[in-house]
């Protein structure tokens, strides 16, 4: 039986189709598959095809489905940009996972994370972005997050208010920001920064 599932022709792969991809091609997608036409379905190796396509940083999860009797479906989930990277004068994709996507020369409006010089595109940004994540729940719209200084981050809403950033624990006290530039509309005062990396405090630098 096993003999003839792997021989017979009217189970010989005749046709490899993409699903869920939207900047990707269906042949770049189908070049890193490189499922090989004429051979048994059965005879397909569905993990080591998910693994090549779900090394490459444009792909979040990817699925690989034996149709019988001769088609194989690849189904994708892309990285979509969530920030942009600034390191120098290049610029990066960033997922909302953290990974970087690919170089580009555009940030499309999106939130810049500027990093050192000698930061590894090797790395993730697993808590800058969960800084811009947390911030955009609260509906603060960081325009930028400098991050070149490990040691001190400051965001920087659209308006242009600094917000210097604590760690851990402090980051909390982002919860506060609404209703503290709330009180400060209602004022009709405007603000330069406001500092939240001390504990049990905010200090706030007004114009």
């Known amino acids: 039986m096993r003999r003839f599932l792997l021989t017979a022709p ?12 939207s900047r990707l091609s ?15 379905i059965f005879a397909v190796n569905i993990k080591g095809i998910s693994r090549a396509i779900a090394s490459k940083s444009q792909i979040k999860k990817v699925e690989i489905r034996r149709i019988l009797p ?6 994708v989930e892309e990285r979509l940009p969530f920030a942009c990277l600034s390191r120098g004068k290049e610029l990066f994709e960033v997922c909302d996972d953290g990974v970087i996507i690919k170089k580009t020369i555009d940030s499309m409006n999106l939130p810049v994370i500027r990093v050192a010089r000698s930061f590894s595109l090797e790395e993730k940004l697993s808590r800058d972005v969960n ?21 001190t981050l400051v965001g920087i809403l659209e308006s242009g208010i600094k917000i210097y950033l604590g760690k851990g624990d402090h980051l909390d ?13 209602e004022k009709k005062k405007g603000l330069k920064y406001i500092d939240i990396r001390f504990n049990e405090q905010i200090i706030v630098g007004e114009n």
């Open 173 to 185: 006290y982002l919860s506060y920001l609404p209703s503290l530039l709330e009180v400060y509309r």
């Open 10 to 21: 009217y189970f010989e792969v005749k046709e490899v189709a993409v699903q869920g991809n």
């Open 131 to 151: 800084i811009l994540l947390m911030a955009q729940q609260l509906g603060l719209p960081f325009s930028q997050l400098d991050v070149r200084n490990r040691h």
């Open 26 to 40: 269906n042949d770049q997608i189908l070049g890193w598959a490189n499922v090989p036409l004429k051979r048994s």
């Open 70 to 75: 001769a088609k194989v479906l690849i189904v």
